[in-house]
């Protein structure tokens, strides 16, 4: 079994690709607890509610494809609260709302300590999702396209 | 020939190469003699599901069986309930259909690829198939506020219209993935190894192929030149020049290749779309007319638009209604079966991998068992699709 | 009372400092933890990632090996109930030592060594080619489908680099005209290198290598998407991390071994360390780590080939150049005379 000297050459040229990837200066590795990527304004992310803006229309608790959405009679008003357990951030409830009492914010830092967090009646619900807890202040990137490096990780 | 001689090899569901399903492989040596895919190990009902959901809820739900290809299953459930509906998207929407269902198409190639490397060794271009999978999932959530779940196509439009600067980052993005395709070509598609490994392995014949009912990538790769973007072309595929990649040989390289070219046909395809892209609303005027007008001035800024909340309560007419649209894994039929209520009575999906799960059977035998995860990597076969 | 110099002078002392400090335990065990992170290290960078990274962050998590290690120790140990459990405990163990033992035989330097035999280097080959026999029996003892057919892919692989390894051995045996390691270093001294003389045997030696150590792109018997972990798939704790350490050694032997042939072993030496035998071992094992940088850098560049390729490599590739290289040594050693 000779090989043909085509075959050496494409062996050549693998192995020197390998190399030359050696002494490329570029890493597509987001080391996130680290670095955290400030996500762009319309990123669907977790959802913030208005209280004070709400009608009470169940638009959204209807819509809900996941029966994350359920309307709590809090007082005289049926409110919604949601629960993040079932939420699959389809956003459909925010995009059918009339009066704009739902928003996305670009937050998915999606943790809890208990279960019972996550199931957020309307008063909770309304403060909005809550800030991530890092060990450490984490650095702000932002993900710029690359024509030579694909990604692009900049410092905020 | 004594049933001893035979050895039964149980590949999967919790083995690293198996995927969530289980291999019946019955060995003789290491030839395999016989080979059974045991399929339903992620059947998750979908279609039942689909039965007790509104027509808009439907829209996540179809998503979740082909995860690596969400925008094109969504556009062929949407497609099919827009004929049901009898409304269409304006051409802007369709473009922009277009846009994404491209962009899916690259990123669950690179997936395929990336996984198919991967089952037969090599590390290295699986990382970096996924590392740049994750450019074209950063130019989706762009667009459509998310990573892979996009929901973005709703019944007679899309939800969201182009960022600002969304062209600069594409052709950024176009100019960086064709410099790596080389590299991809250096060390993976050339590599010796590799092509000793796929050559002449896993031959599916053009005529068994049509047989089978073989579709996407796999089918092309055996020698038909089928593609329902071409053969029946929907959203803005009649108006954009794409070839239609072609190769003779049936095996498991010519795959790979075909995948691999495609990629680049996807690419020269996005680039027409943003060329090409007409101005306009990207919802049907029907709709668009039942958003508030304050919401409606406010979405012409921002390019993101609500949803009318007549969404809820979508009652197609009675009838039934059928799509067919070409995913990154090949054709995708959808049939939506409507009693005139908000449910549909009959909801069916038949995935490209289902589809292809067939080809296992047929082409496993005779080979050895190193050549299982080379043909099924191949194949680009992803069970929780097959099983819905 | 054992005074300090007496412990120096035991240490140093040549069976006791081979076995346990140079090539042997201490430093055995310094590469393998180096030399995993490293393999993770150079294909996490063609791979555009980091790689291990944060135990020991300032120098780049390269005690990573070290906490799998005590991962493993503290793992709970699974015997599975079908397996036959006298082999299946001591198979690893053995093939872990046999693995080990060659190491014995290999010296320093010229002056320096635990024992000096006419027949050395046929030692650390023969002792060598003992390990994988416990691998087919931990195939057969773990009673596992996929055990038993990575160990038979084992099996087969032997046939594949065997005698090719042996031949090349034997065409730089013929160049040299000894079989004992020292004089075989001492020769290249005089001469050039091994790898000059004779660059085919030295490729032969190479690939054999590399198929004998389970690299890629021979990774057969381990190969995780066909057959899970080959032959340890049912082992679980520290006799698991034993096994993963077998290719290694073997890998560090058979490298020392080719720094030896080819590459000149300890020469050059700078004069006043002559008799020290820190600075010929230093010498060794850069160029011996060169060699397996080389094995291990491999991983990153392909996929693995299918047994019956291998075979095929092994007997109609390797073999027939092992032949030339025969040939070679030969009419080089005709030619001289």
């Known amino acids: 079994m000779i090989p043909k000297p085509s075959t050496i050459k494409r062996h050549l040229e693998a192995i020197i690709t390998g190399l030359k990837y050696i002494f490329v200066k570029n890493r597509l590795t987001l080391r996130y607890p680290e670095m955290v990527q400030l996500l762009s304004e319309n990123y669907r992310g977790m959802i913030k509610y208005y209280m004070d803006r709400c009608i009470s229309c169940t638009l959204c608790a209807r819509i809900c494809p996941a029966d994350a959405i359920k309307m709590y009679t809090v007082g005289e008003n049926k409110l919604p609260g949601i629960n993040y357990m079932r939420c699959i951030f389809c956003g459909f409830c925010v995009d059918i709302c009339p009066k704009e009492a739902l928003e996305f914010t670009n937050i998915h830092d999606l943790a809890y300590y208990t279960r019972e967090e996550q199931i957020q009646k309307p008063i909770e619900f309304s403060k909005g999702p809550p800030k991530p807890i890092f060990k450490k202040e984490p650095m702000k990137i932002v993900v710029k396209l690359d024509k030579s490096r694909g990604l692009k990780y900049e410092r905020t | 020939m004594s049933e001893d001689k035979f050895m039964q090899v149980l590949i999967g569901p919790q083995h690293p190469g198996s995927g969530h399903m289980r291999f019946i492989v019955k060995m003789d040596g290491d030839i395999i003699s016989e080979f059974e895919p045991d399929i339903g190990y992620v059947h998750r009902a979908v279609e039942k599901i689909a039965e007790s959901k509104r ?72 990382m970096w198939c996924f590392a740049d999978r994750e450019i074209w999932i950063e130019l989706a959530q762009e667009l459509t506020g998310a990573r892979i779940t996009y929901s973005y196509m709703i019944p007679g439009g899309v939800r969201r219209d182009l960022p600002n600067g969304f062209n600069e980052k594409l052709s950024k993005a176009i100019a960086y993935m064709e410099e790596r395709l080389k590299d991809y070509e250096k060390i993976f598609i050339n590599n010796p190894v590799v092509t000793a490994r796929l050559i002449d392995v896993g031959i599916i014949k053009k005529d068994d192929a049509i047989k089978l009912g073989i579709v996407g990538p796999n089918l092309r790769a055996s020698g038909v030149a089928y593609d329902v973007r071409k053969i029946e072309p929907y959203c803005a595929y009649p108006e954009i020049d794409f070839d239609i990649i072609v190769r003779k040989e049936g095996d498991a390289y010519s795959r ?41 001035e406010k979405a012409e800024q921002t390019g993101i638009w609500k949803m009318p909340a007549i969404f809820i309560n979508l009652k197609p007419r009675k009838g039934e209604a059928i799509s067919r649209v070409e995913a990154g894994r090949g054709e995708v039929t959808h049939y939506i079966v409507s009693d005139g209520s908000p449910n549909p009575y009959r909801f069916r999906v038949v995935t490209p991998s289902f589809r292809n799960l067939i080809a296992f059977k047929y082409t496993m035998p005779g080979h050895r068992l190193a050549d299982i995860p080379a043909i099924y990597g191949s194949l680009d076969y992803f069970p929780p699709s097959a099983d819905r | 009372m054992i005074s300090l110099d007496q412990i120096i002078r035991l240490i140093f002392f040549p069976p006791i400092f081979i076995t346990i400090v140079f090539p042997g335990l201490i430093a055995l065990l310094i590469v393998i933890v180096f030399l995993i992170w490293l393999e993770r290290k150079i294909a996490a960078k063609v791979q555009l990632r980091y790689g291990p990274l944060y135990i020991l962050k300032p120098l780049g998590g390269v005690i990573q090996t070290v906490a799998d290690l005590l991962r493993y120790l503290f793992a709970e140990v699974i015997i599975p109930r079908r397996a036959d459990k006298f082999s299946f405990i001591m198979a690893p163990i053995l093939s872990f030592g ?46 596992n489908k996929f055990s038993f057919i990575g160990s038979l892919r084992e099996g087969y692989m032997i046939m594949a680099y065997e005698v090719p390894l042996f031949l090349s051995v034997l065409a730089m045996a013929i160049l040299y ?24 045997a030295a490729f032969v030696f190479l690939i054999c290598t590399f198929m004998m150590t389970a690299r890629f792109p021979f990774e057969i018997s381990e190969a995780e998407q066909e057959i899970v972990m080959g032959p340890f798939t049912e082992y679980t704790g520290i006799i698991f991390g034993l096994c993963m350490s077998y290719s290694y050694i073997k890998l560090y032997i058979l490298s020392l071994l080719f720094a030896y042939l080819f590459l000149g072993g300890w020469y050059p030496i700078v004069w006043p360390f002559t008799l020290n035998p820190i600075m010929p071992g230093i010498i060794t094992l850069i160029k011996g780590l060169i060699v397996m940088i080389i094995g291990i850098f491999l991983r990153s560049v392909y996929p693995r080939f299918r047994v019956d390729q291998t075979l095929r490599i092994g007997w109609e590739g390797m073999f027939v150049l092992s032949i030339v290289a025969l040939i070679l040594s030969f009419s080089l050693v005709i030619l001289v005379k």
């Open chain 2, 55 to 126: 027509y808009i809820q439907i829209v996540p739900l179809v998503e979740r069986p082909i995860l690596a290809d969400t925008a094109n299953i969504n556009l062929g459930y949407i497609l099919a309930l827009e004929r049901l509906l009898g409304i269409d998207a304006p051409p802007r929407a369709q473009y922009l259909r277009t846009l994404l269902a491209e962009i899916n198409r690259i990123h669950s190639h690179l997936y395929g690829l990336g996984i198919h490397g991967i089952m037969i060794g090599s590390s290295t271009i699986f």
């Open chain 3, 98 to 143: 046999f693995a080990f033992i060659p190491i014995v035989a290999l010296p320093i330097s010229s002056k320096y060594f635990a024992f000096k035999s006419d027949l050395s280097l046929l030692v650390v080959l023969a002792l060598l080619t003992i390990a994988p026999i416990f691998i087919l029996i931990i195939g057969w003892a773990s009673d």
């Open chain 2, 256 to 296: 790979v290749l075909v995948r691999f070219e495609e990629i680049k046909q996807s690419m020269k395809i996005v680039k027409q779309v943003v060329e090409k892209i007409p101005s306009g609303p990207i919802i049907n005027e029907s709709y668009l007319k039942l958003i508030p007008p304050k919401l409606r």
């Open chain 3, 177 to 200: 005209n000894t079989l004992d390691i020292i004089e075989i270093v001492e020769t290249q001294s005089k001469w050039v290198w091994g790898i000059l003389l004779n660059p085919i």
